[in-house]
């Protein structure tokens, strides 16, 4: 099965930063990727798809990029609804799927 | 407004039984694979399984096989999962998620979740 692990699994940050989560796939999974914010009692909320593409509504400050078993999110300015977990999923492996252990994004 | 809705959630104990159900409304349910992923207290996200367009394919985590049972019924837009012999480590918020556009792809819409816990 496909591991994906993302990095830090948590850290902080302030209003108006610019962050970079990454996750890191176990074998090469071309662009099959995602991102997904989840904010606590809610349901994950999908940003990023094929690595790199917006979700239709997704602020522009969220970014994607990556190929292979590299990948990373970028939230370019940090707004205060923007704290919350962070997870990568790859769908390579379809039609199994594995997402990554979660990064928490907390207030400095 | 596109939307699913879980439901049947509850306490069971181990052994037990369970059957949960989604309702889907705003888009055209039987054109889309659907998953059902599941999230323990505290804990990441799991895909548990999915069921494409017309039913003729399912899939498993190999943690669930011969346990639990995908199933939808197009008519009625409306998605669901039957759970057999529930152990305390099924214990988890449950989700219905649908794939944006193919079977290899991301979860665009997601319910609210339903809480499943296993306990005696």
């Known amino acids: 099965a496909i591991r994906m692990t993302q990095s830090p699994s948590s850290f902080s940050a302030s209003t108006g930063d610019r962050v970079t989560i990454t996750c890191r796939a176990s074998?090469?999974?071309?662009?099959?990727l995602a991102w997904y914010q989840q904010k606590p009692g809610k349901a994950p909320k999908l940003l990023i798809y094929a690595a790199s593409t917006l979700q239709s509504g997704v602020p522009s400050r969220f970014s994607g990029s990556g190929s292979g078993t590299d990948f990373t999110l970028t939230i370019s300015c940090l707004q205060s609804e923007d704290f919350a977990t962070y997870y990568c999923q790859q769908y390579y492996s379809y039609p199994s799927y594995t997402f990554g252990q979660g990064t928490k994004l907390e207030i400095k | 407004e596109v939307q699913l809705v879980e439901s049947g959630g509850g306490l069971v104990q181990p052994g037990g039984s369970l059957r949960l159900s989604c309702a889907a409304s705003g888009f055209t349910f039987s054109s889309y694979w659907m998953s059902w992923v599941r999230q323990a207290p505290g804990k990441g996200l799991e895909w548990v399984a999915n069921i494409k367009q017309d039913g003729s394919e399912k899939y498993y985590v190999d943690s669930v096989k011969g346990r639990f049972t995908i199933s939808r019924d197009n008519a009625k837009n409306s998605l669901y999962l039957q759970m057999n012999s529930l152990r305390a480590e099924d214990t988890a918020v449950y989700y219905c998620a649908r794939t944006r556009r193919s079977g290899r792809d991301a979860f665009d819409i997601w319910g609210q979740g339903t809480m499943v816990t296993v306990s005696s």
């Open positions: 074998q090469g999974i071309s662009s099959y």
